[in-house]
């Protein structure tokens, strides 16, 4: 496996250089604006959105898209994202990215980043490598990297140094060392996000002002009436063996904790949801996305699956109390991202994001309330609302073009005809071959 992706060279080494213009006509505009579409063109220049309406002026050797009555949005969000690290070798870690845009997902935020992953992001924004714009953490703060609370203060000083976007904190981290570690980051004005380290707890991690909580991590925990500090239930990621003890009415003020501290969750439902699934691996093992996976991330996906289907149902209920409470938390006011956690257990870079899409309406969310968690929601998070997640002159060229009003049926978001990525089309002949190209890489 590994001397096939050395020797895949299709998506590595290439400049994907934009033209100058595109006029985008014959159809209608998702602009994010309001939960209505609207027919109109779309005009493109030099990778940022120079006019959208009607009727609009066409520059001098535009490349004309007709959208054939088709629905053009902004591009999507992966919140959490996982970059394949150089080990996987480069041509795995382009098939990630080239699957991410070719669904639509124009930004990214690595949540397990290398120092390979700073060139990288360069690299993207200079359409040296096709893939979504990138941000990314640094290597995680865990038990393993961090065994002092002098260490975490390094680590942070270290990633700040060398230009990493945020902090990523996976579970392990003890009391003092998280301490150490925020206190640091404050000073030096970098973010924190992730899990929440089970002796740190969900309360004093908001506290502290984590900026994201991943997986809902800590929530249900919360919701348990005196859990015991040393249950170890509080070091399960899942919290699945919580979820008949979990009191609803006590959602509130931890809500309200949310709100104050102005944390923004990611929820990842679909992973939690193929876990949910682990007692029919056939039917995970058979969904069409799998054929552009490598056989032994198959089957390593099934390997993380097999100790999991006797406690499918109760995993079952765990997803539709998180359904709740991520309605719950939207309706108070708490910031939502759109995020699947891909490529981890059976998520498909690209295909499970419109996944995670179907689990927000189904959590109760409307599709135009979905797409905000992936477009006008990623912008603010990041401080860029001026400069994406909407469709508005001035803003970047990072365009989706459907089939389908995604605003009337989510589902129809995942009809991708063609995508734009900081003003680089990549159109539906494109798409389609080289989508063929690592399907047949892959085939048994």
């Keep these: 496996m590994l001397r096939k992706l050395i020797a895949f060279t299709l998506l590595v080494g290439a400049t994907y250089a934009p033209a100058e213009s595109y006029v985008f006509t014959n159809g209608n505009l998702v602009t994010m604006n309001s939960p209505a579409a609207t027919a109109g063109e779309l005009v493109a220049v030099d990778g940022k959105i120079a006019a959208v309406g009607q009727n609009l002026p066409r520059p001098d050797g535009a490349v004309v898209v007709d959208m054939d009555g088709g629905y053009l949005m902004p591009g999507l ?3 959490h994202a996982h970059v394949p690290s150089p080990s996987l070798g480069l041509a795995y870690r382009d098939e990630v990215l080239f699957l991410w845009v070719a669904w639509g997902i124009t930004t990214a935020r690595g949540m397990l980043g290398h120092p390979d992953h700073l060139a990288l992001r360069d690299d993207l924004l200079a359409h040296k490598v096709l893939g979504p714009r990138l941000f990314t953490s640094g290597p995680s703060f865990n038990s393993n990297s961090v065994r002092s609370a002098a260490r975490a203060v390094q680590m ?14 996976h579970p392990g981290m003890n ?13 030096l004005r970098i973010a924190f996000a992730g899990h929440v380290p089970a002796d740190v707890g969900l309360t004093q991690a908001l506290s502290e002002g984590q900026l994201t909580i991943d997986h809902l991590d800590g929530f249900v925990q919360e919701l348990v009436p005196n859990l015991k500090a040393n249950d170890p239930a509080l070091n399960s990621f899942f919290a ?5 003890q979990a009191d609803e009415t006590m959602a509130d003020p931890i809500i309200r904790k949310m709100l104050e501290a102005r944390a923004w969750v990611v929820p990842t439902e679909t992973l939690f949801e193929n876990f949910a699934a682990a007692d029919d691996i056939d039917e995970l093992s058979a969904r069409p996305e799998i ?6 991330l198959r089957d390593n996906y099934t390997r993380a699956l097999s100790g999991a289907a006797s406690s499918a149902a109760a995993t079952q209920r765990y997803v539709e109390l998180r359904k709740r409470m991520l309605k719950a938390m939207h309706d108070h006011g708490v910031g939502i991202l759109l995020g699947s956690d891909s490529p981890q257990i059976f998520n498909v870079p690209g295909f499970s994001i419109h996944r995670e899409l179907r689990a927000m309406v189904s959590a ?10 992936g477009t006008v929601n990623p912008a603010k998070f990041f401080e860029r609302d001026n400069e994406v997640g909407r469709l508005a002159a001035g803003l970047v060229a990072d365009l989706v073009l459907v089939a389908g009003n995604p605003l009337q049926d989510i589902s129809n978001a995942a009809n991708v005809k063609g995508v734009m990525v900081r003003g680089r ?4 002949n494109e ?9 047949k890489r892959y085939a048994n």
């Design 291 to 296: 054929i552009y996976l490598p056989q032994s």
């Design 364 to 373: 109760g969310l409307s599709p135009y309330e979905a797409l905000q968690t």
């Design 175 to 187: 009391r003092a060392q998280f301490d150490a570690m925020a206190a640091t980051a404050h000073r």
């Design 77 to 79: 969000a992966e919140m």
């Design 425 to 428: 089309w990549l159109d539906s």
């Design 156 to 169: 942070v000083e270290e990633q700040h140094r060398l230009g990493y976007d945020f902090l990523k904190i």
């Design 431 to 439: 798409r389609s071959r080289k989508l063929a190209e690592i399907a």
């Design 240 to 244: 699945a063996a919580l979820v008949d």
